[in-house]
Protein backbone atom coordinates (compact mmCIF):
# COMPACT_ATOMS: atom_id res chain seq x y z
CA UNK A 1 0.00 0.00 0.00
CA UNK A 2 1.35 3.74 -0.50
CA UNK A 3 1.45 6.04 2.29
CA UNK A 4 2.42 9.15 0.41
CA UNK A 5 -0.97 10.67 -0.35
CA UNK A 6 -0.01 12.30 -3.83
CA UNK A 7 1.50 8.86 -4.81
CA UNK A 8 -1.84 7.44 -4.39
CA UNK A 9 -4.08 10.47 -6.00
CA UNK A 10 -1.64 10.74 -8.93
CA UNK A 11 -2.15 7.19 -9.94
CA UNK A 12 -5.78 7.73 -9.80
CA UNK A 13 -5.02 10.70 -11.75
CA UNK A 14 -2.99 8.36 -14.27
CA UNK A 15 -5.78 5.62 -14.52
CA UNK A 16 -8.84 8.48 -15.18
CA UNK A 17 -6.40 10.62 -17.73
CA UNK A 18 -7.54 8.95 -20.88
CA UNK A 19 -10.76 9.50 -20.30
CA UNK A 20 -10.20 12.95 -19.34
CA UNK A 21 -8.92 13.83 -22.06
CA UNK A 22 -11.46 12.48 -24.20
CA UNK A 23 -14.25 14.78 -22.62
CA UNK A 24 -11.27 17.89 -22.77
CA UNK A 25 -10.97 16.95 -26.11
CA UNK A 26 -15.04 17.13 -26.82
CA UNK A 27 -14.96 20.68 -25.28
CA UNK A 28 -12.81 21.73 -27.92
CA UNK A 29 -14.56 20.28 -30.57
CA UNK A 30 -17.85 21.96 -29.51
CA UNK A 31 -16.16 25.47 -29.73
CA UNK A 32 -13.56 24.81 -32.64
CA UNK A 33 -15.85 26.46 -35.40
CA UNK A 34 -15.15 29.78 -33.33
CA UNK A 35 -11.51 28.60 -33.68
CA UNK A 36 -11.52 27.76 -37.49
CA UNK A 37 -13.51 30.69 -38.26
CA UNK A 38 -11.06 33.42 -36.25
CA UNK A 39 -7.95 31.48 -37.43
CA UNK A 40 -9.10 31.79 -41.75
CA UNK A 41 -9.94 35.39 -40.71
CA UNK A 42 -6.47 36.12 -40.01
CA UNK A 43 -5.05 34.06 -42.24
CA UNK A 44 -6.49 36.14 -45.10
CA UNK A 45 -6.18 39.89 -43.07
CA UNK A 46 -2.34 38.82 -42.46
CA UNK A 47 -1.26 36.81 -45.23
CA UNK A 48 -0.40 33.10 -46.47
CA UNK A 49 2.85 33.28 -44.22
CA UNK A 50 -0.12 32.76 -41.62
CA UNK A 51 -1.16 28.76 -40.08
CA UNK A 52 -4.18 28.27 -38.98
CA UNK A 53 -3.43 25.01 -37.42
CA UNK A 54 -0.80 26.55 -35.26
CA UNK A 55 -2.75 29.50 -33.74
CA UNK A 56 -5.75 27.41 -33.42
CA UNK A 57 -3.07 24.62 -31.57
CA UNK A 58 -1.70 27.99 -29.72
CA UNK A 59 -5.36 28.98 -28.68
CA UNK A 60 -6.30 25.68 -27.38
CA UNK A 61 -2.81 25.72 -25.35
CA UNK A 62 -3.69 28.56 -23.87
CA UNK A 63 -7.03 28.09 -22.85
CA UNK A 64 -6.04 24.76 -20.96
CA UNK A 65 -3.61 27.13 -18.69
CA UNK A 66 -6.14 29.68 -17.99
CA UNK A 67 -8.39 27.14 -16.73
CA UNK A 68 -6.03 26.36 -14.17
CA UNK A 69 -7.16 29.18 -12.63
CA UNK A 70 -10.49 27.06 -11.61
CA UNK A 71 -7.89 25.38 -9.17
CA UNK A 72 -5.48 28.05 -7.69
CA UNK A 73 -4.64 27.65 -4.30
CA UNK A 74 -4.12 31.02 -3.58
CA UNK A 75 -0.32 30.68 -3.72
CA UNK A 76 0.28 30.34 -7.54
CA UNK A 77 -1.57 32.60 -9.21
CA UNK A 78 -1.71 32.01 -13.36
CA UNK A 79 -1.80 36.08 -14.86
CA UNK A 80 -4.79 37.08 -17.08
CA UNK A 81 -3.79 38.64 -20.02
CA UNK A 82 -4.25 42.25 -20.12
CA UNK A 83 -7.57 41.45 -22.48
CA UNK A 84 -9.07 39.36 -20.00
CA UNK A 85 -9.67 41.86 -17.48
CA UNK A 86 -13.16 42.36 -18.36
CA UNK A 87 -15.07 39.96 -19.93
CA UNK A 88 -16.66 41.29 -23.29
CA UNK A 89 -19.90 41.47 -23.95
CA UNK A 90 -19.77 39.67 -26.92
CA UNK A 91 -17.96 37.05 -25.74
CA UNK A 92 -20.82 36.08 -23.11
CA UNK A 93 -23.29 36.38 -25.41
CA UNK A 94 -21.41 33.93 -27.47
CA UNK A 95 -21.34 31.90 -24.32
CA UNK A 96 -24.82 32.28 -23.64
CA UNK A 97 -25.53 31.17 -27.45
CA UNK A 98 -23.48 28.10 -27.27
CA UNK A 99 -25.01 26.92 -23.90
CA UNK A 100 -28.50 27.37 -25.61
CA UNK A 101 -27.91 25.35 -28.86
CA UNK A 102 -25.93 22.91 -26.72
CA UNK A 103 -23.02 23.12 -29.74
CA UNK A 104 -21.78 25.58 -32.40
CA UNK A 105 -22.40 22.85 -34.93
CA UNK A 106 -24.91 24.04 -37.68
CA UNK A 107 -28.18 22.09 -37.82
CA UNK A 108 -28.01 19.22 -40.23
CA UNK A 109 -28.71 19.99 -43.85
CA UNK A 110 -31.22 18.57 -45.67
CA UNK A 111 -30.38 15.04 -47.61
CA UNK A 112 -27.51 13.92 -45.24
CA UNK A 113 -26.94 10.38 -45.87
CA UNK A 114 -28.52 8.37 -42.76
CA UNK A 115 -25.73 7.79 -39.94
CA UNK A 116 -23.38 10.51 -41.40
CA UNK A 117 -22.58 12.28 -38.20
CA UNK A 118 -21.34 15.53 -37.56
CA UNK A 119 -18.14 14.48 -36.25
CA UNK A 120 -17.20 13.75 -40.39
CA UNK A 121 -17.99 17.17 -40.97
CA UNK A 122 -15.16 19.48 -42.70
CA UNK A 123 -14.62 23.04 -41.19
CA UNK A 124 -14.36 26.11 -42.44
CA UNK A 125 -11.94 26.15 -45.94
CA UNK A 126 -11.59 22.03 -45.67
CA UNK A 127 -10.00 22.38 -42.00
CA UNK A 128 -10.73 18.68 -39.99
CA UNK A 129 -13.50 19.75 -36.95
CA UNK A 130 -11.26 17.07 -34.32
CA UNK A 131 -8.99 19.24 -33.04
CA UNK A 132 -5.62 17.53 -34.56
CA UNK A 133 -2.45 17.18 -32.55
CA UNK A 134 0.32 18.93 -34.17
CA UNK A 135 3.01 16.60 -35.54
CA UNK A 136 6.55 18.29 -36.14
CA UNK A 137 6.74 18.95 -40.20
CA UNK A 138 9.29 16.19 -41.65
CA UNK A 139 11.90 18.03 -43.79
CA UNK A 140 14.09 15.44 -45.22
CA UNK A 141 14.69 12.42 -47.63
CA UNK A 142 15.47 13.45 -51.27
CA UNK A 143 12.92 16.08 -51.71
CA UNK A 144 14.44 18.28 -48.89
CA UNK A 145 18.15 17.56 -50.42
CA UNK A 146 19.00 21.33 -51.72
CA UNK A 147 21.57 19.46 -54.59
CA UNK A 148 18.05 18.40 -56.71
CA UNK A 149 17.93 22.73 -57.03
CA UNK A 150 19.72 23.04 -60.19
CA UNK A 151 19.96 25.64 -62.97
CA UNK A 152 16.91 23.90 -64.93
CA UNK A 153 14.74 23.18 -62.29
CA UNK A 154 11.55 24.21 -62.74
CA UNK A 155 9.42 26.20 -60.69
CA UNK A 156 5.98 27.02 -60.17
CA UNK A 157 4.03 29.84 -58.07
CA UNK A 158 1.90 28.72 -55.21
CA UNK A 159 -1.39 30.35 -56.34
CA UNK A 160 -0.79 28.75 -59.67
CA UNK A 161 -0.66 25.47 -57.87
CA UNK A 162 -3.38 25.88 -55.75
CA UNK A 163 -5.65 26.11 -58.85
CA UNK A 164 -3.96 23.53 -60.78
CA UNK A 165 -4.82 20.63 -57.85
CA UNK A 166 -8.69 22.09 -57.62
CA UNK A 167 -8.29 24.33 -54.71
CA UNK A 168 -9.74 27.13 -56.45
CA UNK A 169 -8.61 30.47 -54.84
CA UNK A 170 -8.32 29.88 -51.46
CA UNK A 171 -5.12 31.02 -50.26
CA UNK A 172 -3.16 29.05 -48.62
CA UNK A 173 -5.27 26.01 -48.47
CA UNK A 174 -2.14 23.86 -50.56
CA UNK A 175 0.22 24.95 -47.72
CA UNK A 176 -1.98 23.93 -44.83
CA UNK A 177 -3.23 20.02 -46.32
CA UNK A 178 0.47 19.65 -47.79
CA UNK A 179 2.85 20.81 -44.60
CA UNK A 180 5.81 18.67 -46.18
CA UNK A 181 5.78 20.92 -49.43
CA UNK A 182 9.40 22.95 -49.80
CA UNK A 183 8.11 26.19 -50.60
CA UNK A 184 9.98 29.74 -51.07
CA UNK A 185 8.98 32.98 -50.21
CA UNK A 186 9.95 35.48 -53.10
CA UNK A 187 11.61 38.77 -51.75
CA UNK A 188 11.49 42.18 -53.55
CA UNK A 189 14.45 41.42 -55.69
CA UNK A 190 12.57 37.76 -56.40
CA UNK A 191 9.60 40.02 -57.64
CA UNK A 192 10.95 42.09 -59.10
CA UNK A 193 12.03 39.71 -62.08
CA UNK A 194 8.80 37.38 -62.06
CA UNK A 195 7.28 40.47 -62.62
CA UNK A 196 9.42 41.53 -65.27
CA UNK A 197 9.27 38.12 -66.37
CA UNK A 198 5.33 38.48 -66.97
CA UNK A 199 5.39 35.46 -64.14
CA UNK A 200 3.09 37.16 -61.81
CA UNK A 201 1.32 40.79 -61.65
CA UNK A 202 2.57 43.17 -59.25
CA UNK A 203 1.38 42.56 -56.06
CA UNK A 204 3.10 44.52 -53.58
CA UNK A 205 2.89 43.55 -50.45
CA UNK A 206 1.33 40.32 -51.39
CA UNK A 207 3.49 37.04 -50.04
CA UNK A 208 4.35 35.17 -53.17
CA UNK A 209 5.34 31.87 -52.69
CA UNK A 210 7.17 29.69 -55.30
CA UNK A 211 7.19 25.59 -55.68
CA UNK A 212 8.88 23.14 -56.98
CA UNK A 213 7.17 21.65 -60.15
CA UNK A 214 7.74 17.83 -59.81
CA UNK A 215 6.08 18.04 -56.39
CA UNK A 216 3.15 19.46 -57.52
CA UNK A 217 2.87 16.71 -60.35
CA UNK A 218 3.43 14.37 -57.82
CA UNK A 219 0.82 15.98 -55.40
CA UNK A 220 -1.19 15.47 -59.24
CA UNK A 221 -0.48 11.93 -59.12
CA UNK A 222 -1.11 10.61 -56.15
CA UNK A 223 -4.38 9.02 -54.61
CA UNK A 224 -5.95 12.26 -53.43
CA UNK A 225 -5.71 13.92 -56.41
CA UNK A 226 -5.40 12.14 -60.10
CA UNK A 227 -9.14 11.34 -60.69
CA UNK A 228 -9.96 14.66 -59.37
CA UNK A 229 -12.13 16.75 -62.30
CA UNK A 230 -10.96 19.83 -60.94
CA UNK A 231 -7.57 19.34 -61.74
CA UNK A 232 -6.07 21.77 -63.79
CA UNK A 233 -2.19 20.93 -64.56
CA UNK A 234 -2.71 23.59 -67.71
CA UNK A 235 -2.56 25.91 -64.66
CA UNK A 236 0.99 25.64 -63.78
CA UNK A 237 2.98 27.78 -66.44
CA UNK A 238 6.31 26.56 -65.09
CA UNK A 239 9.59 28.43 -65.34
CA UNK A 240 13.30 28.52 -64.63
CA UNK A 241 14.70 30.83 -62.36
CA UNK A 242 18.12 32.52 -62.60
CA UNK A 243 20.61 31.27 -61.01
CA UNK A 244 21.11 33.37 -58.49
CA UNK A 245 17.33 32.76 -57.23
CA UNK A 246 18.20 29.05 -57.33
CA UNK A 247 20.72 29.63 -55.20
CA UNK A 248 18.86 31.27 -52.43
CA UNK A 249 16.32 28.41 -52.69
CA UNK A 250 19.03 26.26 -52.30
CA UNK A 251 20.25 27.96 -48.87
CA UNK A 252 16.35 27.94 -47.65
CA UNK A 253 16.00 24.41 -48.13
CA UNK A 254 19.30 23.66 -46.33
CA UNK A 255 18.10 26.12 -43.30
CA UNK A 256 14.69 24.32 -43.07
CA UNK A 257 16.25 20.96 -43.34
CA UNK A 258 17.98 21.89 -40.11
CA UNK A 259 15.60 23.16 -38.64
CA UNK A 260 16.61 26.50 -38.53
CA UNK A 261 14.76 29.79 -38.20
CA UNK A 262 13.99 31.40 -41.61
CA UNK A 263 14.23 35.30 -41.59
CA UNK A 264 11.09 36.91 -42.80
CA UNK A 265 10.39 38.26 -46.41
CA UNK A 266 11.27 42.21 -46.37
CA UNK A 267 8.02 43.51 -47.45
CA UNK A 268 5.57 43.24 -45.14
CA UNK A 269 2.66 40.51 -44.96
CA UNK A 270 -0.51 42.13 -47.26
Given amino acids: SFTDPS ?28 FQT ?53 ARQMDEEVSRRGSPV ?16 RGVSGMAWKLKVSEPVKRDGPKWDPS ?12 RANKALGMGGTRGRLYIKHPHLFKYAADPQDKHWLTEQQHMRAIGGK ?31 PFIPPAWMTEKMQKHMETLRRGGDVPPPEDPPE
Fill in 7 to 34: VSMDLLRAVLQPSINEEIRAIFNKYMKF
Fill in 38 to 90: AAINVRDNVGEEVDPEQLIQETCRSCLEQAKLLFSDGKKVIPRLPHEQAVPKR
Fill in 106 to 121: PKKRKGRPPGQSLSND
Fill in 148 to 159: RLTETTTFVLGS
Fill in 207 to 237: MAYLLIEEDIRDLAASEDYRDSVDLRLEELK
